[in-house]
C-alpha cells in the first residue's frame, strides 16, 4: 500500500523532532497518538474510552471507541451487554472489552491547538527524562560547555545536549565569564525539578582540582598514586595529599612533572591557585608536619580522643605555619581532619610552667606540704591526687628525699582529701535533687552526677535521653573554621566510647533497648565491615 503524504509527513515530523530532541521516536508518536486521542474525546465525548494506534510503518492512524463487556449496562457510552457483544464476537466474555472501529476525523482549529499543547508537553517530558537520565550518571565528572548567559553572577552554560548552572558561589573569586566564552566544570549535583532536571556545576569543589590531576597526570588515571585528600581556598592556595602504590614512583614528583608541567597546567585553570602537593602518610603526626609545609615543626603533641594535635614551632616560624589570615593551618586541618592548634616553642615552655606550678599548688593545700614537696610530685608526672592515693607505695618511696614512712603519710592525706571532696560533693548532689540510682551507672561518679544536677538531670530517665554529644561536646565547621561546644561532662575527660556506654546502660535499664538489639546492631555493623574489605 502506497503512503499518503499526510501519512508520510506525519512520519517525517516524528523523525525530526526525535532527531532533534534526542528522544525516541516511538515517544514521539506515543505523543501524536495521545494528542489525536484527546481530540477524539472532545468529538465523541470525553467519557468515551479511545484507544488511538499509529502505524510506526506507514503513518496510518486507527481510531477505535473500546467498549467494556458486562452483564448489566450502567455507562451505554462505555459499556456493552453480553448479549450485544456476543452479536459481533461470539467468544465475548464479560469483562472483555469490544472495539469499534471509528471513522477518520479531521480536526478543528481547537482540536489541533490542543493536540499540539498534548504533542509539546509529551515531547518536553520525554526530554528533561532523557537528559536527567543522561547526567545524573555523570556526578563526579568535569564537562565542558559554553556560557548561554549570565544571571545576577551565576552563569548558565550550554552543554550541548543540556543545560547547566554554576551558581554565584561555585566561582572562582574575581572569575568573570561572558556570552560565548568556553567554561570547564565539575558535576557536583544533578536534581530532578518541577521546571526540569537541573545540573549543578562548581568550579570551586576540592574534588575539581583532583579530577583536573587525574586528567593531567597518567600514573593518577592509572591508579598507580592515589589522591586521598583535598582542601582548598579557592583562587588563592589548595593542598593535595597523594601517596603512590609503586615504591619506585615519587608521587610528588609525578604530580609535579618535567618542569612543572602538569601542575602548571592545572594552575592555569584554576585562575593562578597555589598548589601543595603533599606525600601522604599512615601516621597522623608525620602527615600533619608534611600538611603545615613549608614551615618547619619542633615537635607535635596528639589527643587523638579529641581528634586535636598541638603543633609547636620555632618563635620565627610562627607566622609561616599559620599562614596570611590563618590560611595555611585551616587548609592542613582540612586536608588532615585534625583540629591543630600552633604554639611556638616560648609559648609552650610558659604553658609548662603554667601546669607544673598549678598542679604543685594542688598537691600543697590538697596534701598540705611545703612548696618543695608538691614540685617534687609534680615534676616526677603526677597529675592528680587520685594519682598519688592509688598509685603503688613503692612508686612514692622510691622518689628521692623520700622514705616508707613519708610516702604512706601522703598517700593517707591525699585519701583523705579525696574522700572529704566525696562528701562534699555527695551533699551537693542530694542538695540537687539527684537520684541514688545514678549511681548504677557504671562510670558515672558523684563529680559527674553533681555536673548532671546543675544541667537538670535527675534520674536515669533523664539521663537516657542524652545524646553522646551532650555528653561529650561537638564540633561545627563554618567557612573553614572549627568551633567546639563542651559536653556536660567535658571537664571529666570522659571519652565517647565511654559516654556511649553510659547512655545504653542507662537506656537498657529503662527498657529502651534490650541485649539482643545491641547484638543485632554489632552483626550489622560486622557485616557492613566485611562487605566492605572484600569489596562486594
Same mark, same amino acid.
Given at each position: 500500500?502506497?503512503?499518503?503524504?499526510?501519512?508520510? =509527513?506525519?512520519?517525517?515530523?516524528?523523525? $525530526?523532532?526525535?532527531?532533534?530532541?534526542?528522544?525516541?521516536?516511538?515517544?514521539?508518536?506515543?505523543?501524536?497518538?495521545?494528542?489525536?486521542?484527546? $481530540?477524539?474525546?472532545?468529538?465523541?465525548?470525553?467519557?468515551?474510552?479511545?484507544?488511538?494506534?499509529?502505524?510506526?510503518?506507514?503513518?496510518?492512524?486507527?481510531?477505535?471507541?473500546?467498549?467494556?463487556?458486562?452483564?448489566?449496562?450502567?455507562?451505554?457510552?462505555?459499556?456493552?451487554?453480553?448479549?450485544?457483544?456476543?452479536?459481533?464476537?461470539?467468544?465475548?466474555?464479560?469483562?472483555?472489552?469490544?472495539?469499534?472501529?471509528?471513522?477518520?476525523?479531521?480536526?478543528?482549529?481547537?482540536?489541533?491547538?490542543?493536540?499540539?499543547?498534548?504533542?509539546?508537553?509529551?515531547?518536553? &517530558?520525554? =526530554?528533561?527524562?532523557?537528559?536527567?537520565?543522561? !547526567?545524573?550518571? %555523570?556526578?563526579?565528572?568535569?564537562?565542558?560547555?559554553?556560557?548561554?548567559?549570565?544571571?545576577?553572577?551565576?552563569?548558565?552554560?550550554?552543554?550541548?545536549?543540556?543545560?547547566?548552572?554554576?551558581?554565584?558561589?561555585?566561582?572562582?573569586? %574575581?572569575?568573570?565569564?561572558?556570552?560565548?566564552?568556553?567554561?570547564?566544570?565539575?558535576? !557536583?549535583?544533578?536534581?530532578?525539578?518541577?521546571?526540569?532536571?537541573?545540573?549543578?556545576?562548581?568550579?570551586?569543589?576540592?574534588?575539581?582540582?583532583?579530577?583536573?590531576?587525574?586528567?593531567?597526570?597518567? &600514573?593518577?588515571?592509572?591508579?598507580?598514586?592515589?589522591?586521598?585528600?583535598?582542601?582548598?581556598?579557592?583562587?588563592?592556595?589548595?593542598?593535595?595529599?597523594?601517596?603512590?602504590?609503586?615504591?619506585?614512583?615519587?608521587?610528588?614528583?609525578?604530580? +609535579?612533572?618535567?618542569?612543572?608541567?602538569?601542575?602548571?597546567?592545572?594552575?592555569?585553570?584554576?585562575?593562578?591557585?597555589?598548589?601543595?602537593?603533599?606525600?601522604?602518610?599512615?601516621?597522623?603526626?608525620?602527615?600533619?608536619?608534611?600538611?603545615?609545609?613549608?614551615?618547619?615543626?619542633?615537635?607535635?603533641?596528639?589527643?587523638?580522643?579529641?581528634?586535636?594535635?598541638?603543633?609547636?614551632?620555632?618563635?620565627?616560624?610562627?607566622?609561616?605555619?599559620?599562614?596570611?589570615?590563618?590560611?595555611?593551618?585551616?587548609?592542613?586541618?582540612?586536608?588532615?581532619?585534625?583540629?591543630?592548634?600552633?604554639?611556638?616553642?616560648?609559648?609552650?615552655?610558659?604553658?609548662?610552667?603554667?601546669?607544673?606550678?598549678?598542679?604543685?599548688?594542688?598537691?600543697?593545700?590538697?596534701?598540705?606540704?611545703?612548696?618543695?614537696?608538691?614540685?617534687?610530685?609534680?615534676?616526677?608526672?603526677?597529675?592528680?591526687?587520685?594519682?598519688?592515693?592509688?598509685?603503688?607505695?613503692?612508686?612514692?618511696?622510691?622518689?628521692?628525699?623520700?622514705?616508707?614512712?613519708?610516702?604512706?603519710?601522703?598517700?593517707?592525706?591525699?585519701?583523705? !582529701?579525696?574522700?572529704?571532696?566525696?562528701?562534699?560533693?555527695?551533699?551537693?548532689?542530694? =542538695?540537687?535533687?539527684?537520684?541514688?540510682?545514678?549511681?548504677?551507672?557504671?562510670?558515672?561518679?558523684?563529680?559527674?552526677? +553533681?555536673?548532671?544536677?546543675?544541667?537538670?538531670?535527675?534520674?536515669?530517665?533523664?539521663?537516657?535521653?542524652?545524646?553522646?554529644?551532650?555528653?561529650?561536646?561537638?564540633?561545627?565547621?563554618?567557612?573553614?573554621?572549627?568551633?567546639?561546644?563542651?559536653?556536660?561532662?567535658?571537664?571529666?575527660?570522659?571519652?565517647? $566510647?565511654?559516654?556511649?556506654?553510659?547512655?545504653?546502660?542507662?537506656?537498657?535499664?529503662?527498657?529502651?533497648?534490650?541485649?539482643?538489639?545491641?547484638?543485632?546492631?554489632?552483626?550489622?555493623?560486622?557485616?557492613?565491615?566485611?562487605?566492605?574489605?572484600?569489596?562486594?
Amino acid at each position: 500500500m502506497a503512503v499518503s503524504a499526510n501519512r508520510l =509527513e506525519l512520519l517525517q515530523i516524528a523523525d $525530526a523532532v526525535a532527531r532533534e530532541k534526542s528522544i525516541d521516536k516511538e515517544i514521539v508518536l506515543g505523543a501524536m497518538a495521545d494528542a489525536i486521542q484527546k $481530540a477524539a474525546r472532545s468529538r465523541y465525548g470525553q467519557e468515551t474510552n479511545i484507544r488511538t494506534d499509529i502505524n510506526p510503518q506507514t503513518g496510518e492512524i486507527k481510531l477505535q471507541r473500546l467498549m467494556q463487556v458486562v452483564e448489566t449496562v450502567e455507562e451505554p457510552v462505555r459499556e456493552i451487554s453480553l448479549d450485544d457483544a456476543r452479536h459481533r464476537n461470539p467468544d465475548a466474555q464479560a469483562g472483555d472489552f469490544i472495539a469499534e472501529q471509528l471513522p477518520p476525523m479531521d480536526f478543528g482549529r481547537i482540536a489541533a491547538q490542543s493536540a499540539k499543547q498534548v504533542i509539546v508537553q509529551k515531547v518536553r &517530558e520525554a =526530554e528533561r527524562d532523557r537528559q536527567y537520565d543522561e !547526567y545524573k550518571d %555523570r556526578i563526579g565528572e568535569i564537562v565542558n560547555g559554553t556560557v548561554k548567559r549570565v544571571e545576577y553572577g551565576n552563569v548558565i552554560v550550554d552543554l550541548g545536549r543540556g543545560e547547566a548552572i554554576i551558581r554565584r558561589d561555585e566561582l572562582i573569586p %574575581r572569575e568573570m565569564y561572558k556570552y560565548g566564552d568556553r567554561v570547564r566544570a565539575y558535576v !557536583y549535583d544533578v536534581r530532578r525539578e518541577q521546571r526540569g532536571p537541573q545540573i549543578f556545576l562548581s568550579r570551586t569543589h576540592p574534588q575539581f582540582m583532583a579530577k583536573l590531576f587525574t586528567m593531567e597526570v597518567p &600514573e593518577i588515571y592509572d591508579g598507580i598514586i592515589e589522591i586521598k585528600s583535598v582542601a582548598r581556598d579557592p583562587g588563592s592556595r589548595a593542598k593535595i595529599a597523594v601517596i603512590s602504590r609503586d615504591s619506585s614512583i615519587d608521587p610528588v614528583g609525578a604530580c +609535579v612533572g618535567m618542569r612543572g608541567s602538569r601542575v602548571q597546567a592545572v594552575v592555569g585553570e584554576l585562575q593562578g591557585e597555589k598548589i601543595d602537593i603533599i606525600p601522604w602518610n599512615d601516621n597522623a603526626a608525620t602527615f600533619i608536619v608534611n600538611a603545615l609545609q613549608p614551615a618547619e615543626v619542633a615537635k607535635v603533641v596528639l589527643d587523638e580522643d579529641a581528634e586535636r594535635i598541638e603543633v609547636v614551632v620555632p618563635d620565627d616560624q610562627l607566622s609561616l605555619a599559620i599562614g596570611r589570615r590563618g590560611q595555611n593551618v585551616r587548609l592542613a586541618s582540612q586536608l588532615t581532619g585534625w583540629d591543630i592548634d600552633i604554639l611556638t616553642e616560648e609559648e609552650e615552655s610558659q604553658r609548662r610552667q603554667k601546669e607544673f606550678t598549678e598542679r604543685s599548688n594542688l598537691f600543697m593545700e590538697a596534701l598540705d606540704v611545703d612548696e618543695m614537696v608538691g614540685q617534687v610530685l609534680a615534676s616526677e608526672g603526677f597529675s592528680s591526687v587520685e594519682e598519688v592515693a592509688y598509685v603503688d607505695s613503692d612508686e612514692v618511696a622510691s622518689i628521692d628525699g623520700f622514705d616508707e614512712d613519708t610516702a604512706s603519710e601522703i598517700q593517707t592525706r591525699a585519701r583523705e !582529701y579525696l574522700e572529704r571532696i566525696e562528701a562534699e560533693h555527695d551533699a551537693k548532689r542530694r =542538695e540537687l535533687g539527684v537520684e541514688d540510682e545514678l549511681r548504677e551507672i557504671p562510670g558515672l561518679t558523684t563529680a559527674m552526677m +553533681v555536673a548532671l544536677g546543675e544541667d537538670g538531670v535527675k534520674t536515669i530517665e533523664d539521663f537516657a535521653g542524652y545524646a553522646i554529644d551532650d555528653l561529650v561536646g561537638w564540633k561545627e565547621r563554618k567557612d573553614g573554621e572549627t568551633t567546639f561546644f563542651d559536653g556536660v561532662l567535658g571537664n571529666f575527660g570522659v571519652s565517647r $566510647a565511654e559516654a556511649e556506654q553510659m547512655v545504653v546502660a542507662a537506656r537498657m535499664k529503662m527498657g529502651w533497648i534490650s541485649q539482643e538489639d545491641l547484638v543485632g546492631e554489632d552483626e550489622a555493623a560486622e557485616a557492613e565491615s566485611s562487605e566492605e574489605t572484600t569489596g562486594v
